[in-house]
């Protein structure tokens, strides 16, 4: 049964998490439900934002399940729940189409590195932020020490991560790490979403692109689209296409 669904409604979409009697905790299961979402997202012309909510009212996301985790042996662990997990969360990050988290509730540990994936997030006056990792013997795993540190100053980042410390709503704005404060983060996302309805798909998914390539997110690949986009539009393109179809040598226009 499918605990990460996705519901599309004409250029909005919505990633829902529905395990609420586990906080919404990821299980291997729910990983390869939310990178099969991805995959179709990419692939749906008609979609041009992705909000991502969850169901319950006491978590967004408690992050990894423990159970699902703790009987995995050290190579295991590393090999697969890791490097999985970060496969999907960097499938989700680098999604063409714009994204929002909205944090109605507690976000810890794994849930925090889920949010820190979307582009921007929405969060409730009475959630708070957590890296409980190291009180059960662990350390993040999902980019808590790589993407957040981009995203949240170094100091608070230990904070969280070493001390344990959470971070409220307020102070989570104030870093610059939420958009808006919302009592009803929903609603304020959606109202955020319709931005979209009056921009360019394609300029919006360019700029994307290059804050990704100037802040770290996957740099290489971000360069090689926007490269591959200036490219294909030249006559240079269609000329080298045509040519080779013909089986005859090309004669490049220059432009």
């Not at 582009?119 to 993407?147: C, F, H, K, N, Y």
């Amino acid at each position: 049964m499918s605990a990460v669904h996705l519901h599309v409604d004409g250029a909005l979409a919505r990633i829902v998490l529905d395990n609420p009697g586990k906080l919404n905790a990821f299980t291997p299961a729910m990983l390869a439900q939310l990178e099969a979402h991805c995959a179709t997202l990419e692939r749906s012309p008609e979609v041009r934002g992705v909000i991502l909510r969850s169901e319950g009212t006491r978590a967004f996301c408690a992050g990894a399940d423990i159970t699902a985790w703790a009987p995995l042996s050290p190579f295991d662990f590393a090999r697969h729940w890791v490097r999985e997990g970060h496969r999907v969360f960097d499938r989700l990050a680098r999604l063409s189409k714009p994204t929002i988290a909205v944090l109605q509730a507690h976000a810890f540990g794994g849930g925090l590195e889920l949010a820190a994936c979307c582009d921007i997030r929405v969060m409730a006056p009475g959630a708070t932020l957590a890296l409980p990792e190291a009180q059960v013997g662990i350390v993040p795993g999902w980019s808590g020490t790589q993407r957040l540190a981009r995203l949240i100053p170094e100091p608070v980042l230990k904070e969280m991560a070493l001390f344990g410390r959470r971070i409220d709503a307020a102070r989570a704005q104030a870093l610059g790490f939420v958009a808006e404060v919302a009592d009803d983060p929903l609603a304020a996302a959606e109202a955020i979403a319709g931005g979209l309805a009056k921009a360019s798909p394609r300029a919006v998914e360019v700029a994307k692109y290059q804050i990704h390539a100037a802040v770290g997110e996957d740099p290489a690949a971000m360069i090689e689209a926007l490269g591959a986009g200036m490219i294909g539009a030249s006559a240079d393109k269609a000329e080298g296409v045509a040519a080779f179809a013909a089986k005859r040598k090309p004669e490049f226009p220059g432009s």
